[in-house]
């Protein structure tokens, strides 16, 4: 017997994986069983691109924190020597290694596909990559219910 799913329930199960990367999370919160979605996967193209679009979507939202925890660090209570308890900003310099030598294979990649001199494709792309990486930022801010801006702003406290 087949389990039939709304639209809505659908666009939820789609929308939920890609804010969890976990299929039966999603399937869960969706009010779907696992096995509905994964036999519509199988059947339906355009549900089977959504599901692709919907983990990179998680993924893109993961190398973006990552990143922004290598570029910013991370907030730390630290002990004073007067007992107080302060703030101060770690790095996690393996991480940042990690992420720049990804970045410079990719640029060296680019490079060797013809890609490298085309000056008005770089351009266009980088501005592409910073437009997707402020719409994930403004995602993870409203799912967070904060503003992180100030945080990249503010000074570490000694």
């Known amino acids: 017997m087949s389990e039939t799913v709304s639209e809505e329930c659908l666009r939820a199960f789609l929308d939920h994986l890609a804010e969890t990367s976990n299929v039966s ?33 998680g993924y893109d939202e993961l190398e973006f924190r990552m990143l922004k925890t290598a570029r910013f660090g991370t907030l730390k209570p630290v002990k004073r020597p007067d007992g107080s308890i302060g703030r101060a900003t770690e790095y996690d310099d393996a991480q940042g290694l990690k992420l720049l030598m990804a970045y410079k294979a990719n640029v060296e990649k680019g490079r060797n596909e013809g890609a490298g001199g085309d000056v008005v494709a770089a351009v266009v792309a980088r501005d592409q990559l910073a437009a997707t990486l402020e719409q994930i930022r403004q995602r993870l801010d409203t799912a967070i219910g904060t503003d992180q801006s100030e945080d990249r702003d503010a000074a570490p406290a000694q």
């Not at 399937?27 to 692709?52: D, E, M």
């Open 25 to 57: 999370v999603a399937a869960k919160r969706a009010g779907i069983s696992r096995s509905a979605v994964y036999r519509l996967r199988a059947i339906s193209p355009a549900f089977s691109n959504g599901w692709q679009s919907a983990i990179a979507t």
